[in-house]
């Protein structure tokens, strides 16, 4: 009897102290590490088109504190056929291997990709990109023409320059050919197998006005293809000769007897002709630009021993709904094919993110969650700032720009700053650069590998945008549009802000999404392998009847559905963390404050950064944990365990400033 009472205390003893291990959760020693040393993997890359990299990697991580480069042979007249430059490039990228440097590859000559600097065309021009146009005096109001004037290939801050047809198979086939296999020609698999990602920039649809440049901006862009002045400005559609085929194929219907739809009317059935058209469109779009470099650059790593690039690089206008129908279709459809999808950010204003600017962050962002996915690209600089007049931003400013970013989901940065400009601007300098690629690096050693938290769905509405769009010749914007389309995007742009001004994150999803969702029965609504409790929908919006049977049944099982059309005003931030039932958020509610929660290792992690001119005090509810360690990405400073008190923690923040808290 007493050794069976001995055995009996010993193992109440070591149950007790299994369990007190569960509940004393220690910060891992490996996260401590490489939050003191960001590596290379967590830092940003520096773009250096046509650098002559040799010997610089000391310069790039010692001084700079660069993780690496995206880089490419030099533009110009030689581009992709000077040996010499081909050479020099190999000898760049073999240098930054070397020394432990990353390596992207931007695949074009300047912007838009597809065009590999001319090539694309100069070898067969009837890849050129092709529009439909109407012209209501005509004849033949219907005209099949190259697309070129009053588009963005003739309207960019690079080159005026004819574009190729991304809705065509061989026009990416060839681009590839030229581009990509070249890189891989040239590098030869062993060094090809160290290069990271393809960066594709702005590829289009292409056939939409979004206005002209400033005529102080125009006078720098370089003319390749002068432009026809004389060429009458229509409302035009993006085309492809077997299109009338291809729309035949995948709804059984003829095209060309109902092809005034395109251009106008406001009948049912006109809309429904819209929205197959354009969801064709993306289709094709992602289908033949962005999954064939997709595909082609898997099917690369697979005969490499599954090493060599991702796909990756951004679309067009990610902040301007309305632009997405002619620019891509459906953005987040073709962004699908992408394995690092990206934004690029011209400006280093950190509040932008209040207004449309979070858009840019969460299309891609999303486009990620939908696909398994966790790395998301930026292009950054102050573009907005120095183009405008305005000096380089400082350090605190670049670091809150790239914060705010982090906090919704992005992770890797490809830079467009200036790193040093002497005596002219003496804030911005070598150490200033250091300074701010260990303030990313250091988020990204605890972020990176952790999963965004995101427990509600906000609808993305193409399908009413596809449905309502009308072709103008005039410079295209939500304001040329209905009077339905101005209230869908409105009210999106808002419940986009009004959700992250009140903390609560989301992930963008369409009707495609929607209407594959599977219901459970505990009050979710999943995903793919994510459960949801709450979905909000914008005002105005008509669900196909797909989803409208899914978001019954979603009712049903007690997942919160909120339509704003339930209420006179969009729903403000706080009322709208209250219908989606959130549960951790600021109090007081901090508009300013770009807010992300991710879990890692069973720990969960909050990132706060705050974005406007007046300082934040309040507390965070957590839902778990008994303590927490505060981490200052800016000084690389981590707080002592502080003990949670009323499930809350108290946060401090300065403008421009960010903090992290790992609650244990």
């Known amino acids: 009897m007493l050794i069976q009472f001995r055995l009996s205390v010993a193992v109440i003893l070591l149950l007790g102290l299994i369990t007190s291990c569960k509940d004393s959760a220690v910060l891992p020693q490996s996260w401590r590490s490489a939050w003191e040393s960001p590596s290379v993997s967590y830092r940003p890359l520096q773009i250096v088109h046509g650098a002559d990299i040799r010997n610089k990697a000391s310069y790039y991580k010692d001084t700079c504190g660069l993780g690496g480069v995206v880089c490419n042979v030099p533009f110009g007249e030689n581009y ?11 000898d760049g990228v073999e240098d930054m291997r070397k020394n432990g440097l990353r390596v992207w590859i931007y695949d074009e000559d300047g912007y838009p990709s597809l065009g590999a600097g001319g090539h694309v065309l100069e070898d067969d021009p009837s890849l050129e990109a092709l529009e439909m146009v109407y012209d209501k005096d005509s004849k033949t109001p219907f005209v099949v023409r190259p697309c070129y004037e009053y588009a963005h290939a003739s309207n960019n801050f690079y080159m005026a320059r004819r574009y190729p047809n991304p809705l065509n198979p061989m026009a990416t086939q060839k681009f590839i050919e030229l581009t990509h296999q070249a890189y891989y020609d040239h ?22 006005n979004l206005g002209e440049l ?20 229509l409302p035009m559609v993006s085309w492809v000769n077997d299109l ?5 194929t995948r709804y059984g219907e003829e095209l060309m007897p109902v092809v005034a739809s395109l251009f106008s009317g406001a009948d049912e059935k006109d809309k429904v002709v819209r929205q197959k058209f354009w969801t064709l469109l993306a289709e094709l779009n992602r289908d033949y630009y962005y999954e064939a470099i997709q595909s082609w650059c898997k099917s690369t790593r697979e005969k490499n021993d599954g090493h060599g690039p991702l796909a990756s690089g951004h679309g067009l206008r990610e902040e301007n709904p309305s632009n997405h129908v002619s620019l891509d279709g459906n953005k987040l459809l073709v962004s699908s094919g992408f394995d690092i999808p990206g934004l690029d950010q011209l400006s280093s204003d950190p509040s932008i993110w209040e207004d449309s600017s979070w858009m840019a962050a969460f299309f891609p962002g999303s486009s990620a969650t939908l696909n398994g996915q966790r790395r998301v690209m930026c292009e950054m600089s102050d573009f907005d700032q120095t183009i405008n007049g305005k000096s380089p931003v400082d350090v605190q400013h670049m670091q809150a720009s790239a914060a705010w970013q982090m906090a919704f989901g992005v992770t890797d940065f490809t830079l467009y700053y200036t790193i040093a400009y002497g005596d002219k601007y003496p804030n911005r300098n070598e150490s200033a650069y250091r300074e701010y690629c260990n303030f990313v690096g250091r988020i990204n050693s605890i972020l990176m590998d952790a999963s965004p938290v995101r427990k ?53 999803v369409d009707y495609l999404v929607l209407e594959k969702a599977k219901v459970n029965s ?19 919006i008509t669900l196909p009847a797909s989803v409208s049977k899914v978001m019954e049944e979603a009712k049903s099982q ?4 909120v339509y704003s059309d339930d209420y006179n005003e969009s729903p403000l931030p706080e009322q709208l963390a209250q219908l989606v039932g959130a549960e951790e958020k ?79």
């Open 80 to 90: 992709l056929k000077s040996e010499s430059e081909w050479k020099t490039f190999v």
């Open 187 to 208: 590098l030869g698999p062993e060094l090809y197998r160290q290069v990271e990602a393809f960066f594709t920039d702005e590829p289009s649809m292409m056939a939409v």
């Open 214 to 233: 400033r005529e102080d901006v125009r006078k720098n862009v370089k003319v390749i293809d002068p432009i026809d002045t004389k060429k009458k400005n």
């Open 244 to 248: 009338p085929e291809k729309y035949k």
């Open 456 to 508: 509600t769905l906000l609808y993305y509405p193409i399908y009413d945008l596809q449905r309502e769009y009308i072709p103008t010749a005039d410079k295209m914007s939500w304001r040329t549009q209905s009077e339905l389309t101005k209230t869908i995007e409105t009210s999106f742009r808002q419940l986009g802000a009004n959700l992250l001004k009140a903390q609560t994150q989301f992930v963008l």
């Open 522 to 540: 505990n009050g979710t609504i999943q995903v793919g392998a994510n459960q949801y409790s709450s979905i909000v929908f914008p005002k105005g």
């Open 558 to 561: 007690g997942v919160k559905i």
């Open 586 to 664: 600021l109090i007081p509610v901090g508009e300013s404050v770009a807010f992300g929660k991710f879990t890692r290792d069973g720990l969960d992690i909050y990132i706060m950064t705050n974005t406007g001119d007046q300082s934040y005090t309040g507390k965070l509810n957590v839902q778990k944990g008994k303590r927490y360690v505060k981490f200052d990405p800016q000084t690389g400073q981590l707080s002592e365990e502080q003990k949670i008190v009323d499930q809350s923690v108290s946060v401090n923040l300065a403008p421009l400033q960010t903090r992290l808290f790992v609650v244990l």
